[in-house]
C-alpha cells in the first residue's frame, strides 16, 4: 500500500471523504439525490485536472453496489469495449449494474464513441466519461444526447487545506504515523500553489515528506520545483506561453521551437499550444498571409488525431510557419474598434435597406425597401452599410 502514491491511496471512497464540487453534489441537488435513489442517467464529467473526476465516478459506483470498470481512452480500443460489454452483459443476468468509467473520453475516436451507443441505450452500462475539453466539441452528438453533462470547477484553497490536512492526520493511507510536522501557513501556501489541483497538492505533499519531516515553505517550493518541473497553471505557464508568442511575432523561428520544447517537455497539452497558433494566425498575421490559419487549424487537428509525442513535430512546423510568416495585426486592431464601438452606442438599429423582409408586414414596413444587389449594381456602387450613426466609419486603411 505504501508504495503506491499518496495521491492514489487518499483517494476518497465515500462523500463524507471527498471535498468539493458542492454545485453538484452537495445536499439535495440533483446529482447527490439520484445517486441515493441509485437512479444515475450516464454522464459526462468535465472539469479540470485534480478535480475529483475519477474519485467521484469510483464513489457513485461505491454508492450504487455497480461492478466499477475504469479505462482510459489513451490505451483503450473497440476490442477492449467489446470485452468489457460481454462482462456487463453477464453481470446484468446476474443482477448486477456496471459502470464503465472512461477517463479523457474525448480522446476516442467517432467509430469507439458510436460502438458504446447501443450499450449505453439499454442500460447494458451506465457510462461516465471524464474530460478536461469541452464536450460539445470533443464527444460525438448521439453519445453526447445520451448523458447528462456536470461542470466540475477546480477545487478551492479550502478544499485542499482539507484534502492536504487529512492526508497528514490519516494513519492507515496517509502520512499519519511518519511525524510529519506541517504549520497552517504551509499548508495554506501548498494549497495556494497547487491552483485547484488535489493531485498536484498530494505529489508535492509526498515529495516534501521525503525530503524532510519538518515542512517548511522552502521545503514546498522546493519540492514544487522538482515534482512539477513546469506548472502549467501557474506563473511559469504564462511566462512561457508569452516567450512563445512574442518569439513567433519576433519572427525569431530558433526562440520559438525552444519554448515549444520546454512548454512540451514540461507536459502542457498539446491541444492547448495548437489553440493559441489558432489565435496568433488570426491576430499576429491575419491578412498578411491567410494561410497561416488554415495551417494551425490543420495542426490542431493532427495533435487532436495523434496525440504526444508524435504530435511535436506537428507543432514545430506550425510554430515555425508561424515565425517565418509576414505579420499584421490590422485584423486584430480593426476589429477591437469595432468592438468599441459595440460598446460605446450599444445595438444600434440596421439600415432599413439591408434588413431581411421575410414577411409582409415587414415589407409594408419598408424592410429591404432600395437595397441595390451588389452583383447587378456593381460592387463600387455607393450603399451604406453601416447603421446611421457610424455612416462612413472606417476600422480598415485599405
Known amino acids: 500500500m505504501q508504495k503506491r502514491p499518496l495521491a492514489d491511496r487518499m483517494r476518497p471512497k465515500s462523500f463524507e471523504e471527498f471535498f468539493g464540487q458542492e454545485k453538484i453534489v452537495g445536499e439535495g441537488k440533483m446529482l447527490k439525490k439520484a445517486i441515493e435513489g441509485d437512479k444515475i442517467p450516464s454522464m459526462i464529467f468535465w472539469g479540470p485536472p485534480g ?39 453477464s453481470l446484468g443476468r446476474l443482477g448486477t449494474k456496471t459502470i464503465l468509467f472512461i477517463d479523457e473520453i474525448h480522446r476516442f475516436n467517432k467509430s469507439q464513441q458510436d460502438f458504446l451507443l447501443p450499450y449505453v441505450e439499454r442500460g447494458t452500462i451506465t457510462l461516465i466519461g471524464a474530460t478536461t475539453e469541452n464536450p460539445s466539441f470533443e464527444v460525438n452528438n448521439a453519445l453526447l444526447s445520451r448523458a447528462r453533462v456536470f461542470v466540475l470547477e477546480k477545487l478551492s484553497v479550502e478544499d485542499l487545506e482539507k484534502i492536504i490536512s487529512r492526508s497528514i492526520k490519516d494513519k492507515k493511507n496517509g502520512l499519519g504515523g511518519e511525524g510529519i510536522k506541517m504549520g497552517k ?5 501548498l494549497a495556494q500553489m497547487s491552483d485547484g489541483d488535489a493531485r498536484i497538492a498530494l505529489s508535492v505533499l509526498e ?30 505557464h504564462y511566462n512561457l506561453i508569452s516567450a512563445l508568442h512574442k518569439s513567433m511575432r519576433g519572427s525569431d523561428a530558433d526562440a520559438a521551437l525552444y519554448y515549444l520544447a520546454r512548454m512540451l517537455s514540461g507536459g502542457e497539452d498539446p491541444l492547448y499550444i495548437a489553440r493559441r497558433l489558432v489565435r496568433f494566425a488570426s491576430e499576429d498575421i491575419g491578412i498578411a498571409n491567410s494561410q497561416a490559419l488554415t495551417q494551425a487549424v490543420d495542426v490542431y487537428q493532427a495533435c487532436h488525431f495523434i496525440g504526444y509525442p508524435e504530435c511535436s513535430v506537428n507543432l514545430a512546423q506550425a510554430v515555425v510557419y508561424m515565425a517565418k510568416s509576414k505579420k499584421s495585426n490590422k485584423l486584430y486592431i480593426a476589429y477591437n ?14 439600415p432599413l435597406h439591408i434588413r431581411n423582409a421575410s414577411t409582409k408586414l415587414m415589407k409594408e414596413l419598408d424592410y429591404g425597401k432600395g437595397y441595390k444587389y451588389s452583383p447587378d449594381f456593381g460592387y463600387s456602387e455607393n450603399q451604406e ?14
Not at 474598434?337 to 440596421?350: I, M, N, S, T
Open 51 to 89: 478535480s475529483g473526476k475519477t474519485t467521484l465516478a469510483g464513489i457513485i459506483a461505491e454508492k450504487t453496489g455497480s461492478e466499477f470498470v475504469s479505462m482510459s481512452a489513451t490505451n483503450s480500443g473497440v476490442k477492449d469495449l467489446r470485452r468489457e460489454m460481454e462482462r456487463a452483459e
Open 185 to 189: 501557513k504551509e499548508i495554506e501556501f
Open 207 to 236: 515529495f516534501a515528506a521525503e525530503m524532510n519531516k519538518n515542512i517548511s515553505r522552502e521545503i514546498i517550493e522546493e519540492s514544487l520545483q522538482k515534482a512539477i518541473m513546469y506548472d502549467r497553471n501557474g506563473e511559469e
Open 337 to 350: 474598434e469595432a468592438q468599441k464601438d459595440v460598446e460605446a452606442f450599444g445595438a444600434l438599429p440596421v
Open 385 to 398: 452599410y453601416l447603421p446611421e450613426k457610424l455612416k462612413g466609419k472606417k476600422y480598415l486603411d485599405f
